[in-house]
């Protein structure tokens, strides 16, 4: 003896027409005599023959084009994302690479402007500082129109990333030899 719970599965069942010979005749005979289930089945009966019946309805003219500028114009800000993102790693990491060579010609810098004797050789640091600002600037332009250019985004964040341990591992070689560095005074 199937339960009314039991039955209001096998009703679902009927109506996907998913049900087997022995459900169904357990079904009508539960039907037969619960008055409750009966009129749940009649309800079942009545909206399932409503969807069947009501009209599909046309979507508006251009539904589909409008739907599908909408997912290149996500797509296309996923992928600007995504290149922000690579640009701004790959500058970080830039500047994280030139910063210690930067600060130790700051460092000469004043070394030549606070000590006359050095002066002399202001002109050759000049030209070894424009040098490295000529070289800053290239690898910052060649940074800026990456994203631009034809190759594909991940390759570009896959190059980023690449660059950016690699610039973490350069600080950890000269953190780690100028800490490590103890000067020998008197073969002591």
Known sequence: MASCQDIGLLMSLVLDQSLDESEARSLEE???????CRQEWEAMQRISR???????????PGFADRVM???????????????????????????????????????????????PSLLSHGAKLVAQLLGLAESLA????????????????????????LVLVLTVLWIRLVVGSRVGYKPVINNV
């Open 69 to 115: 500028q909408r997912l290149a114009r996500r797509q296309a800000r996923r992928q600007g994302l995504l290149a922000g993102a690579a640009l701004l790693v790959t500058c970080l990491s830039l500047v994280a690479l030139a910063l210690p060579e930067t600060v130790r010609w700051l460092a000469m810098l004043w070394q030549v402007f606070t000590e």
């Open 50 to 60: 409503f969807f069947t019946d009501a009209p599909l309805m046309e979507p508006p």
């Open 30 to 36: 539960h039907l037969s005599r619960c008055s409750t």
């Open 138 to 161: 290239r690898a910052c332009w060649l940074i800026t129109t990456a994203p631009f250019s034809s190759f594909d985004r991940p390759v570009l964040l896959g190059y980023s990333f």
